[in-house]
């Protein structure tokens, strides 16, 4: 990570912003706070059985799942919400 905010691919505020978001990940996960949080959409029937049980299939905690750029949401660097990864897209 270094690195990269030395060549200036990211920023070190954006590092700080993934450290965080990882801390936050791996609380939530210890806690069982998210599963516990989907078990309860459940329950108030915002989710289905099945999608609660596929939800929860995945790998790590789920809520932060990065996409296929690495990031949060996908985006390399990132560039999730509040790093400019929300803004609107533009359709060609």
Do not use: C, N
Request: glycine share 18%.
């Amino acid at each position: 990570m270094a690195q990269a905010v030395t060549s200036g691919e990211i920023t070190q505020e954006q590092v700080d912003q993934m450290e965080a978001e990882r801390a936050l990940q791996k609380y939530i996960s210890d806690k069982g706070l998210f599963r516990a949080a989907v078990q309860s959409a459940v329950k108030d029937g915002v989710l289905t059985q099945a999608q609660a049980d596929r939800i929860l299939s995945r790998p790590g905690p789920g809520m932060f799942a990065s996409g296929p750029g690495g990031g949060p949401g996908g985006h390399p660097g990132g560039r999730g919400p509040g790093m400019g990864g929300d803004r609107p897209r533009r359709d060609s």
